[in-house]
């Protein structure tokens, strides 16, 4: 009932915009004051290749996504801007009493999957921005993004993310999660001929309301269609979560970053204090050995057979700092167009960052836990090229790639992670019919696993308010799960996408 | 409540008050123009209010910093005539002196052949009923008398104070040590001639040494469907050879970096570019690369761009970087450069400097009305591209001779097909001495699509570095 509610109240809003005098005027006066309203409703859908015992073959996903974006302009210095969304997986409902999606357990996922209705989920930024001066305070329910190089995240560890369905074509709104927190910046008006420009932002999190990453999490009963292939017959982990206490002080989060322009380059410095957004697990001994008394494993069976390992999760401590360095080579102008690229340098250092020990290991006397540092770095390019007879006139071909390496300092052989984990993100596209059309090849490899997942895609604009877009994602690498495997536990999941946009 | 929570509401509640008191003690008088006024003053459609009028700078800026930015205008055209030479009306009505004053209707072609003989070729063809597949057709215009168009007074003094010291070296390009604030060839003569003119379009500083204003348009394909629409709020801040204070160079560091110019555009629409920031910061030297940066607001990142990546199609548009402000880009022996000719000086009717806005866009068929035509005095000038790496092979630009603002330019590809055209409509507004960007009519020949913008903007003497920074970027964004 509730979420029916929040859905219809949604759709009339959208309605009533829509139906307003929205086709000249891009912003609205009212009471005075300038008022901003935009917004989009995207619909996707997914088709799965496979039938296994955690995938669907044929259309697995519609999700309906909207979002409404909107601000008040009080005065020049102070501004209030809001967005709300909405995402249902109508799959839920197409597939409801469906044989094979019960059997797989796929329909016990609807609580987490189907409806976003935590007030969280719908209210996803809500802000109040005063600007005097050479400051910025912005006060509420926000997003801050460190770091710049595309893949795995170095620096943007501030917000906790949605990862629920993996690798789905979703926008940065969701697939970011905003929390309660002040940003205050100050540009001290530096300007010489070393240093261009400096902004110092703080950025402080009375953890007022706790959001962890909503992780991809193994399960067909909790993530759906989208759950990591961890072996057939497993679900869930029945977790016990220890959450941050709010508004202690203990859990409060602190971050500082320094940017500047320097000779044209960006270069940032940053530093963050906090809690990780992502848990860390140990086994529910007390619950394990009592069902390992009741019928002989540590598992929770339930009324399909699905096996759940009782696990105690808690949210670790986490502090970091590092930069980057974002410069486009001007004198670069060996290639054809003479376009010049664009080079990235990120890195970070992690103190004590806390991981799990292998089972084996804890069941021998070590502890569940060990602390290390890790020291992360990562490189790109990006570099816009002339290919004669294959790129558009006036549009070269984007290529973009970036290494991302991390490794666990010290490193103990207890740990359940690898000392090095590596990625190779490689983006190749190019625009034709005057950049309404913009085909695109995805790479991501990693390195130690030797897995590779692919993702061939095209958007096109069709008119100043519809975008449609399409494509395949594809793994390719060992069929056998191994305990180092990050990509190849989505094996099962070859599809085909297709999403269209409606923005207004 | 908790005590944390008390002491964090107290300490905001505390900063909030203290800054607040500071902020009105040291608050700069600053103005620009209201985008929800101007959207009611003039709707992008079937609007022929005469919204500069309506809305007028005078309206809108202070009226003792609006008393510092008006000048005597008998005083401006005198010495405007002064720097270039002469004065506009007495350099036209020698070719089809027959066609007066009046108005005129597509289907009085035939009465007046000699309306041919005055346009531009690629413009007399817009005098028709809109038609598909390219808009901006009128059917009717009106030819009012020429008028002198003068810049501003500051201007106009630095021009003539400087006159003769911008000096060009052997091969036709600036020697950037020797150029000096004003109008670097107020008359332009000698081999160089053609580089002087398209020095003096790209360095006439028409719209001021500071500009806030904004943008809108949309872009159409060939069945006038819809394709894109944007508006922009722009800010723009000379950075050298100013000639209002700081005269000169704006500050130290524009000096010895050699920065010319900082420009900011806000997209406020589409939805996908909303909060959307582009940053860019001109330099001096002929082969040095603009500095580009954007805030995008669906990543809440800050990123470089490449300098280099200026003959990108924007998505939906039909321009490039490289066409902005008609000819934006860099005249630069070592990358792409160009062989440039004057094929002709003579005169054309051309869209009238707008005194009141009144011009406007019909829906239906994306037809002109009240639309205003001058005789103006027009150099003819061929850019042939020496590169053919370049996305352009030749440009063709007709500019003014009196303001050596660009009225329209046509760009062909490297195969010598036409494939994009610009037309502009000014404004000017006359005891400021601005003349801004109007109404800028965009085609792409090859694929057939169309593009409007209409823009307005006045000057904002208030307009700083911290407004063009890190800092003024992310208090701009969303």
Redesign the interface.
Known sequence: MKKKLILSLFLLAIMAICNGNIT??????VAGK?V?I???ISQTFNYGFKDTYDYEKGINTVLTDALL?A?VILN??LHV?TIVGLSVDWIYDFKHGDDSWGRKGLNLSRDRMYFDDEYWQVLKELHAT????????R?GKQ???W??IDGPNILNQINPEDGRRGETEI???NS?IPIWM?RA???P?I???FL????IQFIFN?NADFIPTQQLEPGPDTNGIFAPAVGEGFGSFDKTEIERDE???ENFEYGLQF???IE???VNLNYFKGTANEYVSEMDMEAAIGNIMDHGDPFRYDSIGLAHLPIIVHWPDQEFFGGYI???M?SW?FM???????L?FECSYELDKEFEVNSDDVMAGAPPFIEKDVFTWGAGI???I?IPYITA????MTFNSSYITSRILDYDRRLGSPRDDTFLVFIVNT?Y????LTPEFMLVRDMEANENLYTLSAEY????SI?VSGGLKKYDGPSIVEDSSSLGLFQNKNHAFFKITY?? | M?N??KT?VSI?TL??VG??C??IL?AQE?WKL????L??EK???DDPRTYVTAYHPRHIIPPKSYAELTYDVPAMKKKMEELVGFKAQDKVGKIAPEIKPGKYSYKDKDKYPGIEKLMIPLEYRRWNPGALPLGFNFPEFEIVPTKQVAFSLPLIEAGLKNEGKTKLDDSGYILEETQEPGLPFPKPSGKFKAQQIIYNLQNSNAVGDSYHGYS?G??WDRKF?????F?QEISYLKLSDRVTPPIGYF???AR??REQATKKVKF?????S?GDVYFD?FREAAD??T???IWLQ????????????T????????T?FEDGRDFEQKLSPT??PYEFKLIDEREFLVPAYSTDGAEYMKREGLEWHNVRLERRPCYVIEAKQL?S???YGKRLIYIDQETFQCTAIFNF?QKGRL?RGYSSVYIYLEELGLIGPYYTANW?Y??E?SEFGMTYGIPVSWLG??DM????I??TA?
């Open positions: 000249q005027a891009e912003i609205y006066n300038e901003h935009l917004g989009q974006d601000g020049d210095e801007n005063w600007t005097p001066g050479n400051f910025l305070f006060v997003a801050v993004t770091g710049l926008e940065f709104e970011v002040i910046e100050y540009n008006g300007y010489n001929a261009n420009d400096l902004n009375p508004w202690d002080s940017q500047a322009f044209g380059a960006i974002s410069r486009d001007q102008t054809p167009g003479k376009r010049t690229p664009i990235k990006e570099w816009n002339n006139r006036g549009n070269g625009k019919l005057s950049a309404r604009i069709y008119n100043s975008t923005q207004f | 908790n944390w929570k964090i905001l900063l909030s800054f607040g500071v902020t040291n600053t209201d985008a929800v006024k959207q009611e709707k992008l459609f809108r949309r872009t469907k819809i394709i894109s629409k508006m500050d130290e560091r010895k970096r406020l629409a589409p939805r996908d909303y910061i040095d690369l500095y580009n940066y669906s990543m809440r990142k800050f990123r470089k761009l490449s300098g280099g990546d003959q990108d199609t924007k998505p939906g548009s039909t490039i990358r792409f590169d790496s370049f996305v590809d494939w792409d090859l694929d699509q570095r911290k920074s890190i800092g003024g992310k208090r969303k």
